[in-house]
């Protein structure tokens, strides 16, 4: 899963690699980081495990992370592989979360702001009975290519007098 992660938020990336910013989004979102694991353990892990001079890391050194950080995030569990599934258990079918971004406003001035019953002048003829604009009809002045000048009374009354 940690493909996704790894693309996450990134145009650039393969989805092969981790970064650790991307690393740390991932323990985060995931739970793993919490009272027993923190940002700076992550951290530790990840430059312990990044191949020296690189900045990435790949699926292999991913999983030997984990396998580090599940000792710190289970300490009641004696055994390795009970470790590791509680671990695959916590990333398993897990995608970024979005928490702390930012969300349509709602009530205050932007509801006073969008009711178009409360809309006076040029601005409430942009808009229906039901709330719902008008398009072309309501902003523009469509042309009127009747031949008259604008205000003209006496249009289409040529012919009756002659």
Do not use: W
């Amino acid at each position: 899963k940690s493909g996704i992660n790894a693309e996450y938020g990134d145009s650039k990336s393969t989805g092969k690699e981790l970064d650790n910013k991307k690393l740390s989004k991932l323990c985060k979102d995931t739970k793993i980081m919490g009272k027993l694991v923190t940002s700076t353990d992550v951290d530790i892990c990840f430059s312990k495990h990044k191949p020296k001079g690189g900045r990435t890391i790949t699926m292999k050194e991913f999983k030997a992370i984990l396998d580090d950080l599940s000792v710190k995030r289970f300490p009641k569990l004696s055994d390795p592989a009970e470790r590791k599934a509680a671990m695959e258990e916590l990333v398993s079918n897990k995608g970024p979360q979005t928490a702390g971004t930012t969300k349509a406003a709602k009530g205050g001035a932007t509801g006073r702001l969008t009711d178009t019953s409360k809309y006076t002048g040029s601005h409430k003829e942009r808009f229906g009975e039901d709330g719902k604009g008008k398009g072309l009809e309501g902003r523009e002045n469509l042309a009127d290519n009747s031949g008259y000048v604008g205000n003209y009374k006496g249009a289409d009354t040529y012919d009756q007098g002659h």
